[in-house]
């Protein structure tokens, strides 16, 4: 092998340009953004459909869904017992993700049957959990009765704040759920907060008997998950998530149903808190009113009869009224003198006695003033009847009127009270040991009874 004679130089490369500057970064206007998250949804048919399918696998109930509504369904119930909305707090952080709910709207836009079946049922098994919460924790505050149950009747009556955020939570919880992989914590406990209340209350009186609790929460469930699927649906519309054929009509029938629930609940179903004052009933006043004067007129009887005897008492003037007749009276003097009464059978001739019976007067009961200071709870319940339905709740330091009539049901005092709320006198009872008396404390005993006079008449 030979070597060349010459050298052999390495050739110079070719020149290179330099780099060109990178344009500065654009601002996206906000046309541009909503582009964006629109395009995150596939447009084709083929690409909605693994998205849907997508979807579905993240919301598809686990048992986490059943293990955390037991514990969520205990702890409510406990806050309810005790009256605090601390423990209710805690209750609601430790509530599955509701994640299913998100499922069951997917289930009818898809118009998967199946997928409908099992959603709708594990959402059913969850609520029936905590419903049981509730009811155990009813029949543990049986003993403890009456007790205040503030928070009970707050959540199972219908709030405009409450349908505001609720609506809110819907929205988020949808669209957060189809544009993120993560999970969506906090529009969860929202809906959680509207579902899982009202059913634990429910279920909180059915088991305690207390009246005006069964069944408006489970109304007021109703209410609140019929706003939220309505506001679900439209979101994935709006998202230009198209239904299958199927799923048009399945999406309609739910649009239609949920929507008839919300009219006819708000409607008149559902109490609202400001209604109270349209159910108020008077409760009869028990107040003593002294017997009126009977004043007798003499008629001849044919018969003999067990009569009375009246003694002189001149009247002037016998009022006028109904004559209900008393008996006969026996007259054995002169016409110009007034007989006498007896218990004793006369052998003389006797005269049928009618008696006169005046209206009987209205007597103005008198009130004494009082304010509430219960001990916990921050007030206290104002009822239609002693331990009877509920009608309003009484801060501390509210001012209320007593009237002089009390009840004891089952051991425990009862005060007839008056309360001027909004404009409006509200008569109710309320306990005995929440009132703290203002003016000097009233006498509760029983006034003695007036005796009745027989007037005759001239």
Known sequence: MSLPEEPIFPADPAPQKAPEPLPPPRRDGPRRRRATRRSMIPS????????????????????????????????????????????LLLGILVTPLMTPWVGFLLALMSGSLRFLFETLMALLLSAVIV???????????????????????????LWIPALAVLAV????LVASFARSEEKPFLPSVIIAYAFYL??????????????GIWPQGILVFL??????????????FFMRLRPTMRGVFLSLAALIIFSATLVFLMGAGVPFPSQAFATLTPTPIATPTPQPTATPSLTASPSPTATLTSSPTPSKTPPPSSTPTLGAVSATGPASETPALTDTPAATATESATVTLPPPPTATPQLTSGVIKASEGGGANLRQTPNGKYLMTLDNGAAVEIYPDFRLVNGVAWLHVVVTRSGQRVEGWVLESVVLYSTPEPNFSPSATPTTGITPAP
């Open 169 to 172: 939570g819907a929205v988020t």
């Open 44 to 87: 084709d048919a083929q690409g909605q459909a693994a998205f849907v399918f997508d979807l579905s696998r993240r919301a598809y109930p686990s048992v986490e869904l059943f293990v955390f509504s037991l514990a969520c369904g205990a702890i409510i119930g406990l806050g309810f017992l005790l009256d605090s909305q601390a423990v």
């Open 198 to 211: 009202p059913i634990n209350a429910g279920g909180f009186g059915l088991g305690s008997g207390v009246a």
């Open 131 to 157: 419903f049981l919460g509730g009811l155990l924790s009813g029949f543990a505050a049986r003993p403890f009765l009456p007790m205040t149950l503030d928070n009970v009747f707050i959540h199972t009556r």
């Open 223 to 236: 209410v609140h998950f019929s706003l939220a699927s309505v506001l679900g649906l439209l979101t994935f």
